[in-house]
Nanobody, 128 residues
Framework: VQLQASGGGLVQTGGSVRLSCVAS????????VGWFRQAPGKEREGIIC????????YSADSVKGRFTISKDSAKNTAYLEMNNLQLDDTAVYSC??????????????????????WGKGTLVTVSS
């Protein structure tokens, strides 16, 4: 069982990057899928989650309107489309999956979107 994130790199402010998260050993469609990031000197935080309960997306205020999560069932892969990147988006980004996710619009519980499986991250560096 494995999750592997990829697609990071160096991007200028205002630019865009798409990250991929390939799942192996389990069916990603059965799980809530989330993306997390850890900036230098900061704790890991959940930033966006695609719920397997209601099919909705929940996201942190810091990325709302700029980041989009999606899944490709045939490829067993999730994606994170990041637009209008800013300097404080620089971080290691990783993906996770949870079989039971209870977040909702009032309590997104983004950190609980990767409780069962998670993988190594990919570094995104935003430069001015």
């Amino acid at each position: 069982v494995q999750l592997q994130a990829s697609g990071g790199g160096l991007v200028q402010t205002g630019g865009s990057v798409r990250l991929s998260c390939v799942a192996s050993g389990f069916k990603l469609d059965d799980y809530a899928v989330g993306w997390f990031r850890q900036a230098p000197g900061k704790e890991r935080e959940g930033i966006i989650c695609l719920s397997n309960e209601d099919g909705l997306t929940y996201s942190a205020d810091s990325v709302k309107g700029r980041f989009t999560i999606s899944k490709d069932s045939a490829k067993n892969t999730a994606y994170l489309e990041m637009n209008n990147l800013q300097l404080d988006d620089t971080a290691v980004y990783s993906c996770g999956a949870s079989l039971y996710y209870s977040g909702n619009s009032f309590y997104p519980k983004l950190n609980e979107c990767g409780m069962d499986y998670w993988g190594k991250g990919t570094l995104v560096t935003v430069s001015s």
